[in-house]
């Protein structure tokens, strides 16, 4: 059973424009929720995160929206530059159990010129 | 560099034969974690290691095994390899899943 599901698994963008990836989960004890960027031939890399006692967290051109009721986060790329072309997976976990990471199936983006 | 070192980077075996994969984690984390990521897919999860103790356990194969030693550093032993376990494996450490993952930059198994 997929804890963590991620939409679109690809998405095309015009440079300038805004990427957004959706994922959606359904253990409420979830309380960390990050997002990997992941460029070919490399390791994932944090690339931001957020916990749920707030709604939105921005880092520079990224964004995450979380909405705690609806059990889903987004992330949101500004102003999408050919360099965020690359592969992008959110996550979740709880302190509590095994403390794993759950990975939706990942994205893959591509921004063009 | 991210702080966790995966050796080797690159491997070419032949079926049937059986490889050990090494990974030493970020100074201070006590957990390790394989994954495994074949061409164009997601991020499979294998085995958890915290302290030198198996934590949890994904889907890793019979043939795969691993093990944390007192130094935390972690290996990763696949036995009775087949073409389609051809793919990058990932190690990843952390101080608590909650703190977020770092992950190696893997190693690329060729099995021909």
């Known amino acids: 059973q997929q804890q963590v599901k991620q939409s679109p698994q690809s998405l095309i963008v015009q440079k300038g424009g805004i990427s957004i990836i959706n994922c959606a989960y359904e253990?409420?004890?979830?309380?960390?929720f990050p997002w990997y960027q992941q460029f070919p031939g490399k390791g994932p890399a944090l690339l931001i995160a957020?916990?749920?006692?707030?709604s939105e967290k921005k880092e520079g051109r990224f964004t995450i929206s979380f909405n705690k009721s609806a059990k889903q986060f987004s992330l949101h790329i500004m102003d999408s530059q050919p360099g965020d072309s690359a592969t992008y997976f959110c996550a979740a976990t709880s302190d509590t159990g095994a403390n794993n990471l759950f990975f939706g199936t990942g994205t893959r983006l591509t921004v063009i010129p | 560099d991210s702080g966790v070192t995966q050796t080797p980077k690159h491997l070419i075996t032949a079926t049937g034969q059986r490889v050990t994969l090494r990974c030493s984690p970020r100074s201070g984390d006590l957990s390790v974690y394989w994954y495994q990521q074949s061409l164009d897919q997601g991020l499979q999860f294998l085995i958890q290691?915290?302290?030198?103790?198996?934590?949890a356990k994904g889907n890793i194969l019979e043939r795969f095994s691993a093990q944390q030693f007192p130094d935390l550093h972690s290996e990763l032993n696949l036995s009775s390899l087949e073409l389609g376990d051809s793919a990058l494996y990932f190690c990843a450490s952390s101080v608590g899943a909650s703190y977020g993952y770092t992950f190696g930059s893997g190693t690329r198994l060729t099995v021909v």
């Open positions: 253990n409420t004890a979830f309380d960390y």
């Open positions: 290691y915290y302290n030198g103790e198996e934590r």
């Open positions: 957020i916990r749920p006692d707030v």
